[in-house]
């Protein structure tokens, strides 16, 4: 007699509300959906007892899909449908082992976040964190204007400085969605660190310095990305093989006028080692959507107290557009895996 049989309708947890998707789930009548309610992150201990003898579990980056939970869970669990592209919260060795497939949201999310990206890389050089702090703390009417008050780096080109060069760490879908913006502001050259042992895109890099009109488009090591990028994009997926890529040795290497966005994982980038470089000048500024201790992010954190770093608290898909599509996927996908059919967007691992 096996204790854990094989429920006659599939149960599917929910740890994240998808909104108007979710009636895709609730109104179907051959699944069982039991959703994490609550207007906070989905409790662990909530998600080990409810999904025993789940098929499916839908989560965010937030949720750490293991082996506590796929042991919790127990033979029944076929798919884990994350509403993000990134997927470092999910061990996908332990996917493989138990033959779990995996579905994400890539693609549909590329705009939203390269243009929060470049919205960060604008605040971020021209100072629009402190000036927005500045006006909110009625600082305003006692303000001597002065030419160089809130000045930063300009992000386009100009007369003056006819070169720019953008830089990324980690060079997909979203980076070149953010060189495509860039170009309007006359980048001239970008450099970026391709993936360990993977080919040289010469062809696909000749095609994109002409697309844009560069002087270059140039796979580099990490050291001459730090040296030559004005504006350094991380856009890594995190993972143990990119922690605290960007560190002191990296930081110290940087031009003083540079600034560093983080678009990616919080992971890639040492926390203590940049708000070291940004109190020492080593760069100008920073621009973070993401933060290697998030969400535990207080108004003491280092890097909120830092003057000249902008803080966002991973909102960098936050499109209404966006987020209503990555729901719909998201539900669509753990659908799929539990009635047996193709994910419409399976991650390949
Ligand atoms: C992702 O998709 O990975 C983002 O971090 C959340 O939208």
Request: charged share 20%; glycine share 6%; net charge negative.
């Amino acid at each position: 007699i096996h204790s854990m049989s094989f429920p006659a309708r599939p149960k599917i947890v929910v740890c994240k509300d998808l909104g108007p998707a979710m009636p895709l789930l609730t109104d179907r009548e051959d699944i069982d959906v039991v959703p994490w309610t609550e207007d906070r992150p989905c409790d662990r201990a909530w998600l080990l007892e409810n999904i025993a003898g789940a098929a499916g579990v839908v989560v965010c980056f937030q949720d750490m899909v293991d082996r506590e939970l796929v042991n919790a869970a127990g033979p029944n669990l076929r798919v884990v449908s994350t509403i993000s592209v990134g997927h470092e919260h999910i061990d996908l060795r332990i996917m493989g082992e138990h033959k779990i497939q995996v579905g994400y949201t890539p693609d549909i999310l590329t705009d939203a976040v390269a243009d929060s990206a470049v919205m960060l890389a604008l605040m971020a050089t021209r100072a629009a964190g402190q000036s927005y702090s500045f006006v909110k703390n009625n600082e305003w009417p006692a303000f001597n204007w002065t030419p160089f008050a809130f000045c930063g780096p300009q992000l386009s080109t100009t007369p003056f400085s006819p070169t720019r060069t953008a830089g990324f760490l980690g060079f997909g879908r979203i980076a070149h969605a953010v060189l495509t913006r860039l170009a309007a502001f006359g980048i001239t050259h970008c450099v970026y660190t391709p993936r360990p042992g993977a080919a040289h895109q010469t062809t696909r890099d000749a095609q994109l310095k002409a697309k844009h009109n560069l002087a270059a488009v140039t796979p580099v090591d990490l050291g001459t990305l730090a040296r030559d990028s004005d504006i350094l994009f991380v856009l890594a997926p995190g993972g143990p093989s990119t922690r605290h890529l960007i560190n002191e040795v990296f930081l110290r290497q940087m031009k003083p006028t540079s600034v560093l966005v983080n678009n990616g994982r919080g992971s890639v980038v040492d926390s203590a080692a940049l708000a070291l470089a940004l109190k020492n000048k080593w760069i100008w500024a920073a621009g973070l959507d993401v933060v290697d201790e998030e969400p535990q992010v207080t108004a003491e954190h280092p890097l909120v107290r830092e003057p000249r770093c902008v803080v966002l608290p991973h909102i960098g898909s936050a499109a209404i557009e966006t987020r209503a599509e990555m729901a719909t996927l998201t539900a669509q996908n753990v659908l799929a895996g539990v009635l047996g059919g193709q994910l419409p967007m399976a991650l390949d691992y």
